[in-house]
């Protein structure tokens, strides 16, 4: 793979992928990071592909003018945490932590952002577990281990040996958001795929699932748009 230069104003990077699986030239633009690429089938001409880049030019303008800014966080932003805005604020005790809407860091932090994700995890560990235990006793199994990540093409997963993986941005998501990615997660266990008899438990354990679905579809992306680490 490598990276070609869609010209204009302002200039946008391509990502150019060889796919044996492609069938004919296609474009997807990240709603994650934004980024674009151009797959191209094994036997396709790079040159077909760039003319097909260029006759989609409008197309992909528009899609990476729909994305989310991506944002660092400082003192004095606000984030969500649990569905609602909490600013990030000093404090001269030496631990803080979430505040009612706010999020204390101590002075002696010199990466709130940094500081900030570490709490974010240690919330979402403890709500996601909680909800995964809970929701496994409803169908009765057993959750044989919990991981945090912070994934970009999934929100959980659940391996067959039991063990559930989560992203912990669903901390910054509605209680109820998080709640039915775990109960999506742990339905898993009683059906490994995403069968009607799948959807039926996920059903029983989380009757209001569609909306809690939809809400991720519509806003899930922006939780990225937060970077804790610059």
């Known amino acids: 793979m490598r990276d070609v230069e869609l010209e204009g ?3 946008i990077q391509v990502a150019l992928r060889r796919s ?8 997807r633009v990240s709603r994650l ?3 674009v690429t151009l797959t191209v089938p094994t036997r396709g001409s790079e040159r077909e592909a760039l003319a097909f880049l260029r006759e989609k030019e409008s197309w992909v303008r528009a899609q990476v003018a729909q994305l989310v800014v991506a944002q660092s966080v400082g003192i004095g932003d606000r984030i969500p945490v649990e569905g609602r805005p909490a600013r990030l604020v000093r404090t001269e005790a030496r631990r803080g932590g979430l505040v009612g809407d706010f999020i204390e860091v101590p002075e002696r932090v010199a990466v709130p952002g ?8 240690a919330e979402a560990r403890e709500r996601l577990t909680e909800a995964s235990l809970d929701y496994a006793a409803q169908v009765g199994r057993k959750v044989s281990g919990i991981t945090l990540k912070d994934t ?3 929100w959980g997963s659940c391996s067959s040996a039991g063990r559930l993986m989560y992203s912990w941005r669903l901390i910054m998501a509605p209680p109820e958001v998080l709640d039915y990615v775990a109960a ?3 339905a898993h266990l009683v059906e490994m795929n995403h069968s009607a008899a799948y959807w039926r438990v996920v059903a029983e354990i989380c009757p209001d699932y569609a909306r809690h679905r939809a809400w991720l579809r519509q806003e899930g992306a922006g939780l990225h748009r937060y ?3 610059d």
């Open 9 to 11: 104003e302002p200039p």
């Open 152 to 154: 970009r093409s999934r």
């Open 184 to 186: 999506h997660e742990v």
């Open 20 to 27: 044996g699986r492609a069938k004919r030239y296609g474009l």
């Open 114 to 121: 940094a500081y900030v994700a570490g709490l974010l995890k």
């Open 33 to 35: 990071d934004g980024r």
């Open 227 to 229: 970077r804790f680490k």
